[in-house]
């Protein structure tokens, strides 16, 4: 689904493909509230943890494996990596600023601008531009560090919440800044460029 700006300025519109940017946190909850009416199912924004998991995207079975079964180590060789595709990354990978390296990695294009959705390889749960392009918006307020956060993976809305977390980076930022890890925040009235949202459909639970 490709997600419209909610105004129709032609300078924040740059095709139906690319990523929607310089969008408020109210702007992209009104966005889900609006998606919600129009479609009778419930839309919101990610939760930080369910950002980070959908980065990683480590499939079932990674996550069922015990230390019984495979050192703690070696399991986060394999599956903890910095990024969901490994170790490093390059720009024909994702879309940062590529005179910047990670690791062993390259460098690469420099583009300057977004990219149209879908353009690099996905993850394992079929998501694309998880690292780079845009940052993102969350549900949840910002905190220094994850000290009495939930462990269920609801959002975090304790504390002062004019100010939210925002992952992924954008296409004007170096590599270490798209690590699945890498969180930042930004003022929920800022219409930051760069800054844009990725949306949730929750899925009933049923007995």
């Known amino acids: 689904?490709?997600?419209?700006?909610l105004r129709a300025e032609l300078s924040r519109f740059k095709g139906d493909k690319r990523p929607v940017e310089q969008v408020n946190w109210y702007e992209a909850k009104e966005f889900c509230?609006?998606?919600?009416?129009?479609?009778?199912?419930e839309y919101r924004?990610?939760?930080?943890?369910?950002w980070e998991y959908a980065c990683r995207a480590v499939i079932s079975y990674q996550s069922s494996v015990t230390s019984e079964?495979?050192?703690?180590?070696?399991?986060?060789?394999?599956?903890?990596?910095?990024?969901?595709f490994g170790e490093t990354i390059t720009t024909k990978l994702a879309n940062y600023n590529g005179n910047y390296v990670y690791g062993a990695g390259v460098q690469g294009e420099y583009?300057?601008?977004t990219t149209p959705v879908g353009q690099f390889a996905a993850n394992e749960f079929g998501l694309c531009d998880m690292h780079g392009n845009v940052w993102e918006w969350c549900e949840d307020n910002w905190h220094e560090n994850y000290e009495d956060a939930p462990n269920d993976g609801s959002a975090w809305l304790s504390g002062y919440d004019s100010i939210k977390v925002?992952?992924?980076?954008?296409?004007?930022?170096?590599?270490?800044?798209?690590?699945?890890?890498y969180r930042d925040y930004n003022s929920r009235d800022n219409r930051d460029i760069y800054i844009g949202?990725?949306?949730?459909?929750?899925?009933?639970k049923t007995t």
């Open 33 to 41: 509230d609006r998606l919600t009416q129009h479609t009778n199912r």
């Open 197 to 204: 949202f990725r949306v949730v459909y929750v899925v009933s």
């Open 166 to 181: 925002i992952y992924s980076i954008s296409q004007t930022d170096d590599p270490d800044y798209c690590r699945s890890a």
């Open 111 to 113: 583009r300057r601008e």
């Open 45 to 50: 924004l990610p939760t930080e943890a369910e």
């Open 69 to 84: 079964k495979l050192a703690v180590e070696e399991w986060n060789r394999k599956y903890n990596q910095p990024f969901h």
């Open 1 to 5: 689904m490709t997600c419209l700006p």
